[in-house]
């Protein structure tokens, strides 16, 4: 917890707001307060009723980017902290408001439709709007955004630019990084500006980056202009093989990628992971899952591709394939039915995704698996531990480390004790073989204390973004840039080199 810089009580935030705003755009219902002072829907003491604050002094909900410029004007002028908010599905603490009469700034009131354009084949939307709600509206169009994250139903397009998000098609698509063509942003105290859409231009920089994966530490993102691809369901095929281990599947997607071919969704399944996504289909192996998309020609000729570096390969039903990709997302419901059964036993699932270059890969997910087993007794309370390769590129994949627990210590515990030693020996191994310590969810305020490890020296460039955009350093506290005095729940973890 870190005081508010601000010299105004948390009345006086409220008042100010309400003199902006209107008292209809004001919400300080305590438990709307409490809930909005966590992102983790899994946060495990949340769940059970534990949270200690602190709690925002209020959810301002602006209706348009006046109203939104207006805020940061004010929280500039006043030093108070401002985070942003759209979907509400950060995993990583990029919502949690640790500094004191923080104002939650929830952009999800901007949420029109805008343009949807068949000829240049781009949507333009507020930031407040579900991606879903966007989705559906293309494709009465017969168009898709070509962008599907797992929180698809829930995210909204300010939230998944923000954090930089991918898609289970990323492979074919690209992340969003590959599909935002321009964007409105405000910057802190309140200045509006617009960066254009064009297919692409060499005009300096490329300024979109300022604003992609910003967290909320630079900027609120108010407008967003995504590409459009035809949406062709009848021409994708579902591919699945067993193979013998990790290393041979990564060797199979390898083989097809850097060969130049692009599934949509390109994927290889630890034993255990697969086993909890496939049941009995895997027979307890490894296995691979690819889908081929795109004009007929060209997923028919994919396809073929798929075959080849899998031939000999015993396959698997494609049917079970189609049938388990076409149940992946989470909505409310599913949100609801994993929090409930948290209530009933003490226990939770969790997961931690990082990248590596191909030849890193298999390395990678040994060492994890090798750390996590030497220090067993530590983590005895590990009911599941495996990965999965999602997300392909020429130069290599991501893995997605996913582990399950009892919780046997106190609610309050949850995070320090389970999730943040087993995060940080993923982390450390992917900082290790030289990758990336985080692939799509965000560093938030979780994985800050790697944030420097992480860059080398590239993190001037980074701290410089922040100093130039957010100079009184009133843009969500504690993301992305580690917060001095924040006592946050890693320092001096167990096992964690260097600290
Ligand atoms: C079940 C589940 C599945 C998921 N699957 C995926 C997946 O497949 N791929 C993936 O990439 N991620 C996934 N995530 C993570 C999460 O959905 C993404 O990070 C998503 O982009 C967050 O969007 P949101 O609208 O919910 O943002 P929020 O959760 O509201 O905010 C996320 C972060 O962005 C900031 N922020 C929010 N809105 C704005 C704005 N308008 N301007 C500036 N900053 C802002 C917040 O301060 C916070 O730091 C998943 C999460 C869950 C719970």
Known sequence: MTASRSSLSRAEVVDRLTDLLGADRVDTDAARLRAASVDRFKKYSAVHGMLDGPFPAAIARPATVEQVAAVLRFADEELVNVVPRSGGTATEGGLETVVEDSVVLDVSGLDAILDIDPVDMTATVQGGVPLQALEDAVREQGLTTGHSPQSRPLAQLGGLVATRSTGQLSTLYGGIEDLVVGCEAVLPGGTVTRIKAVPRRAAGPDVRHVVIGNEGALCVVTEV???????????????????????????????????????????????????????????????????????????????????????????????????????????????????????????????????????????????????????????????????????????????????????????????????????????????????????????????????????????????????????????????????????????????????
């Open 225 to 499: 202009t995504v590409k459009l691809f035809p949406f062709r369901p009848e021409t994708c095929r579902y591919l699945g093989y067993l193979v013998d281990d990790f290393g041979d599947g990564i060797e199979g997607l390898r083989r097809l990628v850097t060969d130049g071919y692009r599934p949509s969704v390109c994927r290889v399944y630890s034993r255990q992971d697969a086993t909890q996504h496939f049941g009995d289909l895997t027979e307890g192996r490894t296995l691979v899952v690819v889908v081929t998309e795109g004009p007929e020609r060209l997923s028919a000729a994919t396809a073929e591709a798929v075959e080849e570096v899998f031939a000999g390969v015993p396959p698997v039903d494609p049917g079970a394939i189609e049938a388990w990709f076409t149940d992946l997302n989470w909505g409310p419901d599913r949100i609801r039915a994993e929090y409930d059964d948290m209530l009933r036993r003490p226990h939770l699932g969790y997961t931690t995704e990082v990248s590596c270059s191909w030849s890193q890969a298999a390395g990678l997910y040994e060492a994890v698996t090798a750390r996590l087993e030497r220090d067993f007794l530590r983590f005895a309370d590990i009911t599941m531990l495996g990965a999965h390769s999602s997300h392909s590129y020429q130069t290599g994949t991501n893995l997605y480390f996913v582990y399950d627990y009892d919780v046997r210590c106190d609610p309050r515990e949850e995070l320090a004790e389970y999730h943040v030693p087993i995060n940080a020996i993923v982390v450390e191994e992917a900082l290790r073989a030289g990758g990336s310590m985080v692939h799509h969810h965000g560093i938030g305020k979780y994985r800050t204390p790697w944030v420097q490890e992480e860059h080398g020296s590239a993190y001037v460039l980074l701290e410089r973004l922040k100093r130039a955009f957010d100079p009184n350093g009133v843009m969500n506290a504690g993301t992305v840039f580690p917060l001095d005095g924040f006592t946050d729940p890693f320092v001096g973890i167990p096992g964690r080199e260097g600290s």
